[in-house]
Protein backbone atom coordinates (compact mmCIF):
# COMPACT_ATOMS: atom_id res chain seq x y z
CA UNK A 1 0.00 0.00 0.00
CA UNK A 2 1.41 3.59 -1.22
CA UNK A 3 2.24 5.82 1.89
CA UNK A 4 -0.01 8.77 -0.11
CA UNK A 5 -3.15 6.53 -0.52
CA UNK A 6 -5.92 7.34 1.20
CA UNK A 7 -6.68 5.53 4.15
CA UNK A 8 -9.60 3.85 5.09
CA UNK A 9 -12.53 4.99 6.63
CA UNK A 10 -10.49 8.43 6.07
CA UNK A 11 -12.70 11.77 3.86
CA UNK A 12 -9.76 13.83 2.89
CA UNK A 13 -10.77 17.15 1.42
CA UNK A 14 -10.03 18.47 -2.17
CA UNK A 15 -8.60 21.83 -2.63
CA UNK A 16 -11.22 23.13 -3.90
CA UNK A 17 -13.66 21.91 -1.22
CA UNK A 18 -10.82 23.44 1.79
CA UNK A 19 -10.78 26.70 -0.22
CA UNK A 20 -15.23 27.09 0.07
CA UNK A 21 -15.02 25.95 3.66
CA UNK A 22 -12.50 28.62 4.46
CA UNK A 23 -14.42 30.69 2.63
CA UNK A 24 -17.37 30.19 4.23
CA UNK A 25 -15.56 29.92 7.99
CA UNK A 26 -14.21 33.54 7.07
CA UNK A 27 -17.86 35.19 5.81
CA UNK A 28 -19.64 33.41 9.27
CA UNK A 29 -16.76 34.81 11.59
CA UNK A 30 -17.35 38.02 9.97
CA UNK A 31 -21.12 37.79 10.58
CA UNK A 32 -20.89 36.93 13.96
CA UNK A 33 -18.12 39.58 14.62
CA UNK A 34 -21.21 42.00 13.66
CA UNK A 35 -23.39 40.99 15.97
CA UNK A 36 -20.69 40.19 18.85
CA UNK A 37 -19.25 44.06 18.63
CA UNK A 38 -22.53 46.02 19.25
CA UNK A 39 -22.99 43.65 22.72
CA UNK A 40 -19.18 43.94 23.92
CA UNK A 41 -19.20 47.73 23.20
CA UNK A 42 -22.82 48.46 24.97
CA UNK A 43 -21.17 46.07 27.63
CA UNK A 44 -17.91 48.25 28.24
CA UNK A 45 -19.48 52.29 27.70
CA UNK A 46 -22.38 50.34 30.88
CA UNK A 47 -19.21 50.94 33.06
CA UNK A 48 -18.22 54.64 32.14
CA UNK A 49 -19.26 57.87 33.57
CA UNK A 50 -21.47 60.18 31.50
CA UNK A 51 -17.93 62.72 30.53
CA UNK A 52 -15.79 59.34 29.55
CA UNK A 53 -18.46 58.58 27.11
CA UNK A 54 -18.62 61.83 25.74
CA UNK A 55 -14.80 62.21 25.07
CA UNK A 56 -14.61 58.61 23.80
CA UNK A 57 -17.18 55.99 23.49
CA UNK A 58 -14.92 53.36 21.49
CA UNK A 59 -11.97 53.56 24.69
CA UNK A 60 -12.37 50.55 27.01
CA UNK A 61 -12.24 52.00 30.55
CA UNK A 62 -9.78 51.23 33.01
CA UNK A 63 -10.61 48.67 35.57
CA UNK A 64 -9.93 51.26 38.34
CA UNK A 65 -11.94 53.39 36.36
CA UNK A 66 -15.27 51.06 35.69
CA UNK A 67 -18.41 52.44 37.32
CA UNK A 68 -20.13 49.35 38.30
CA UNK A 69 -22.23 51.68 40.73
CA UNK A 70 -24.01 51.97 36.97
CA UNK A 71 -25.79 48.70 37.72
CA UNK A 72 -26.98 49.84 41.11
CA UNK A 73 -27.80 53.10 39.57
CA UNK A 74 -30.72 52.05 37.49
CA UNK A 75 -33.04 50.49 39.81
CA UNK A 76 -33.13 54.32 41.60
CA UNK A 77 -36.23 55.91 40.34
CA UNK A 78 -35.15 58.85 40.82
CA UNK A 79 -31.88 58.37 38.72
CA UNK A 80 -34.13 57.31 35.56
CA UNK A 81 -37.38 58.76 36.23
CA UNK A 82 -38.77 55.74 35.46
CA UNK A 83 -39.14 51.91 38.04
CA UNK A 84 -36.87 49.30 36.20
CA UNK A 85 -37.80 46.67 38.91
CA UNK A 86 -41.52 47.17 37.50
CA UNK A 87 -40.38 46.57 34.01
CA UNK A 88 -38.79 43.20 35.08
CA UNK A 89 -41.54 42.67 37.03
CA UNK A 90 -43.94 42.69 34.27
CA UNK A 91 -41.44 41.49 31.45
CA UNK A 92 -40.95 37.96 33.51
CA UNK A 93 -45.24 37.28 34.25
CA UNK A 94 -45.81 38.30 30.84
CA UNK A 95 -43.50 36.17 29.14
CA UNK A 96 -43.74 33.04 30.98
CA UNK A 97 -47.45 33.14 30.91
CA UNK A 98 -47.35 34.25 27.01
CA UNK A 99 -45.18 31.30 26.39
CA UNK A 100 -46.84 28.63 28.68
CA UNK A 101 -50.14 29.70 27.62
CA UNK A 102 -49.26 29.94 24.08
CA UNK A 103 -47.57 26.37 23.81
CA UNK A 104 -50.37 24.01 25.41
CA UNK A 105 -52.87 25.31 23.60
CA UNK A 106 -51.13 24.82 20.46
CA UNK A 107 -50.54 21.82 21.34
CA UNK A 108 -54.22 21.08 22.20
CA UNK A 109 -54.92 22.03 19.00
CA UNK A 110 -52.10 20.65 16.70
CA UNK A 111 -53.25 17.21 18.61
CA UNK A 112 -56.65 16.97 17.57
CA UNK A 113 -56.09 18.63 14.07
CA UNK A 114 -53.27 15.98 13.49
CA UNK A 115 -55.15 12.95 15.23
CA UNK A 116 -58.31 12.81 14.93
CA UNK A 117 -58.66 14.46 10.72
CA UNK A 118 -59.59 10.81 9.94
CA UNK A 119 -62.73 10.78 11.49
CA UNK A 120 -63.38 14.57 11.06
CA UNK A 121 -62.55 16.08 7.81
CA UNK A 122 -63.73 19.17 8.23
CA UNK A 123 -60.36 19.41 10.79
CA UNK A 124 -58.13 19.40 7.55
CA UNK A 125 -59.50 23.22 7.09
CA UNK A 126 -58.28 23.90 10.60
CA UNK A 127 -55.17 23.30 9.38
CA UNK A 128 -54.84 25.30 5.96
CA UNK A 129 -56.39 27.82 7.89
CA UNK A 130 -53.35 27.90 10.40
CA UNK A 131 -50.82 28.18 7.35
CA UNK A 132 -53.22 30.40 5.70
CA UNK A 133 -53.25 33.14 8.90
CA UNK A 134 -49.54 32.59 8.96
CA UNK A 135 -48.89 33.64 5.53
CA UNK A 136 -50.61 37.27 6.01
CA UNK A 137 -48.06 39.74 7.17
CA UNK A 138 -48.73 40.90 10.94
CA UNK A 139 -48.78 44.25 10.62
CA UNK A 140 -51.85 43.92 8.25
CA UNK A 141 -53.65 43.23 10.91
CA UNK A 142 -52.63 45.54 13.70
CA UNK A 143 -55.24 48.46 12.83
CA UNK A 144 -57.36 45.06 13.20
CA UNK A 145 -56.38 44.63 16.47
CA UNK A 146 -55.69 48.03 18.20
CA UNK A 147 -59.50 48.31 17.54
CA UNK A 148 -60.62 44.97 18.80
CA UNK A 149 -58.50 45.25 21.77
CA UNK A 150 -59.27 48.46 22.41
CA UNK A 151 -62.63 49.32 21.57
CA UNK A 152 -64.71 45.86 21.22
CA UNK A 153 -63.10 44.02 24.10
CA UNK A 154 -61.87 46.56 26.52
CA UNK A 155 -58.94 44.52 27.11
CA UNK A 156 -56.04 47.32 26.74
CA UNK A 157 -53.99 47.68 30.12
CA UNK A 158 -56.09 44.85 31.91
CA UNK A 159 -53.65 41.84 32.64
CA UNK A 160 -56.19 39.92 33.92
CA UNK A 161 -57.94 40.35 30.27
CA UNK A 162 -55.38 40.30 28.20
CA UNK A 163 -54.26 37.12 28.96
CA UNK A 164 -56.81 35.41 27.10
CA UNK A 165 -55.40 36.61 23.43
CA UNK A 166 -52.65 34.12 24.24
CA UNK A 167 -54.59 31.03 23.83
CA UNK A 168 -55.07 31.41 20.32
CA UNK A 169 -52.90 27.74 19.77
CA UNK A 170 -52.13 28.70 16.29
CA UNK A 171 -48.89 30.04 14.75
CA UNK A 172 -45.68 28.71 14.46
CA UNK A 173 -45.75 26.51 17.92
CA UNK A 174 -49.43 24.52 16.17
CA UNK A 175 -47.46 23.64 13.23
CA UNK A 176 -43.83 22.38 14.99
CA UNK A 177 -46.15 20.67 17.71
CA UNK A 178 -48.43 19.30 14.38
CA UNK A 179 -44.99 17.74 12.82
CA UNK A 180 -43.93 16.10 16.41
CA UNK A 181 -47.64 14.43 16.82
CA UNK A 182 -47.44 12.92 13.16
CA UNK A 183 -44.11 11.59 14.14
CA UNK A 184 -45.81 9.29 16.85
CA UNK A 185 -47.61 5.92 16.03
CA UNK A 186 -51.85 6.12 17.09
CA UNK A 187 -51.13 2.42 18.51
CA UNK A 188 -49.99 4.01 22.11
CA UNK A 189 -53.56 5.80 22.01
CA UNK A 190 -55.44 2.88 21.01
CA UNK A 191 -53.13 0.18 23.87
CA UNK A 192 -54.19 3.10 26.31
CA UNK A 193 -58.11 3.43 25.02
CA UNK A 194 -58.12 -0.61 25.64
CA UNK A 195 -57.37 -0.11 28.90
CA UNK A 196 -60.43 2.10 29.06
CA UNK A 197 -58.59 5.36 29.04
CA UNK A 198 -60.44 8.34 28.44
CA UNK A 199 -59.58 10.64 25.37
CA UNK A 200 -58.39 13.19 27.87
CA UNK A 201 -56.40 11.04 29.89
CA UNK A 202 -54.13 9.67 26.97
CA UNK A 203 -54.00 12.87 25.28
CA UNK A 204 -52.47 14.06 29.29
CA UNK A 205 -50.89 10.98 30.50
CA UNK A 206 -49.58 9.14 26.93
CA UNK A 207 -49.02 11.07 24.20
CA UNK A 208 -48.41 15.00 25.47
CA UNK A 209 -45.48 13.62 27.64
CA UNK A 210 -43.68 12.67 24.39
CA UNK A 211 -43.46 15.75 22.74
CA UNK A 212 -41.77 17.46 25.65
CA UNK A 213 -38.80 18.00 24.09
CA UNK A 214 -40.57 19.77 21.25
CA UNK A 215 -42.59 21.84 23.99
CA UNK A 216 -38.59 22.42 25.72
CA UNK A 217 -37.09 23.89 22.87
CA UNK A 218 -40.68 25.89 21.82
CA UNK A 219 -40.37 27.53 25.25
CA UNK A 220 -37.26 28.37 25.08
CA UNK A 221 -36.95 30.10 21.57
CA UNK A 222 -40.25 31.48 22.40
CA UNK A 223 -39.32 32.87 25.74
CA UNK A 224 -36.75 34.38 24.09
CA UNK A 225 -38.39 36.52 21.67
CA UNK A 226 -41.28 37.57 24.17
CA UNK A 227 -38.80 38.56 26.47
CA UNK A 228 -37.43 41.31 24.08
CA UNK A 229 -41.19 42.27 22.93
CA UNK A 230 -42.46 46.02 23.22
CA UNK A 231 -44.33 46.90 20.43
CA UNK A 232 -47.61 44.55 21.98
CA UNK A 233 -46.63 46.92 24.90
CA UNK A 234 -46.59 50.15 23.13
CA UNK A 235 -50.34 49.35 21.59
CA UNK A 236 -51.88 47.73 24.29
CA UNK A 237 -50.36 47.43 27.92
CA UNK A 238 -48.45 50.91 28.15
CA UNK A 239 -49.20 51.11 31.77
CA UNK A 240 -47.83 47.99 32.30
CA UNK A 241 -44.39 48.47 30.57
CA UNK A 242 -41.96 45.72 29.56
CA UNK A 243 -37.78 45.99 29.60
CA UNK A 244 -38.24 45.89 25.79
CA UNK A 245 -40.58 48.85 25.79
CA UNK A 246 -38.88 50.43 28.82
CA UNK A 247 -35.73 50.56 26.62
CA UNK A 248 -37.78 52.27 23.67
CA UNK A 249 -39.14 54.64 25.21
CA UNK A 250 -36.01 55.76 27.51
CA UNK A 251 -34.06 56.11 24.43
CA UNK A 252 -34.88 59.91 23.72
CA UNK A 253 -34.38 60.74 27.37
CA UNK A 254 -31.18 58.82 27.88
CA UNK A 255 -29.10 62.48 27.25
CA UNK A 256 -31.03 63.26 30.81
CA UNK A 257 -29.63 60.48 33.56
CA UNK A 258 -26.36 59.55 30.92
CA UNK A 259 -26.10 57.33 28.07
CA UNK A 260 -24.25 54.60 30.24
CA UNK A 261 -26.96 54.11 32.60
CA UNK A 262 -29.09 53.54 29.41
CA UNK A 263 -26.58 51.12 28.40
CA UNK A 264 -26.96 49.21 31.52
CA UNK A 265 -30.49 49.09 31.18
CA UNK A 266 -29.93 46.78 27.94
CA UNK A 267 -27.28 44.82 29.48
CA UNK A 268 -29.43 43.94 32.16
CA UNK A 269 -32.09 42.82 29.58
CA UNK A 270 -30.27 40.77 27.66
CA UNK A 271 -28.45 38.91 30.97
CA UNK A 272 -31.60 36.28 31.03
CA UNK A 273 -31.80 35.67 27.43
CA UNK A 274 -28.22 35.39 27.07
CA UNK A 275 -27.86 32.48 29.68
CA UNK A 276 -31.15 30.68 28.64
CA UNK A 277 -29.90 30.34 25.37
CA UNK A 278 -26.28 29.40 26.74
CA UNK A 279 -27.98 26.81 28.72
CA UNK A 280 -30.38 25.02 26.48
CA UNK A 281 -28.61 25.47 22.98
CA UNK A 282 -28.88 22.00 23.18
CA UNK A 283 -32.48 21.57 24.29
CA UNK A 284 -32.99 23.82 21.26
CA UNK A 285 -30.57 22.39 18.61
CA UNK A 286 -31.28 18.24 19.16
CA UNK A 287 -34.23 16.49 17.33
CA UNK A 288 -36.73 14.75 18.62
CA UNK A 289 -36.47 10.90 19.93
CA UNK A 290 -39.19 8.92 20.41
CA UNK A 291 -39.17 4.93 21.84
CA UNK A 292 -41.19 2.23 20.24
CA UNK A 293 -43.98 0.32 21.43
CA UNK A 294 -43.26 -2.41 23.61
CA UNK A 295 -45.12 -5.90 22.95
Same mark, same amino acid.
Request: hydrophobic content about 45%.
Given at each position: MSLRS?? *???????? /???IILYSFFVVFLAYALTLIMPMIWTAYNSLKDARSYNEDAF???AFSEMEWSNYVNIF +??? *???????? !? @??? /?VWRSVGTVSLGIFFSACTSYVVCKYADHHRWLNWVYAFVVTIMIIPVLGATATSYNLI???????????? @??TSWCSGIGFGFLMQYSGWKSLSWS??? $?? =?? +?? !? *??FQVFWRIM???IKPIMSALFVVN =?? *? $?WGEYMDTVMYMDEWPSLGYMIYALQNQARFFGMPLYFAVIVVSMIPTLAI?? $??????????TTGGLKG
Open positions: KP *SGVNLRTR /TEKKFP +DEQ *SMTVSIPF !A @IFN /THNELQMANKPWL @IWYAE $AA =FM +DG !A *SHLPM =FI *S $AFV $AFQETIMKNM
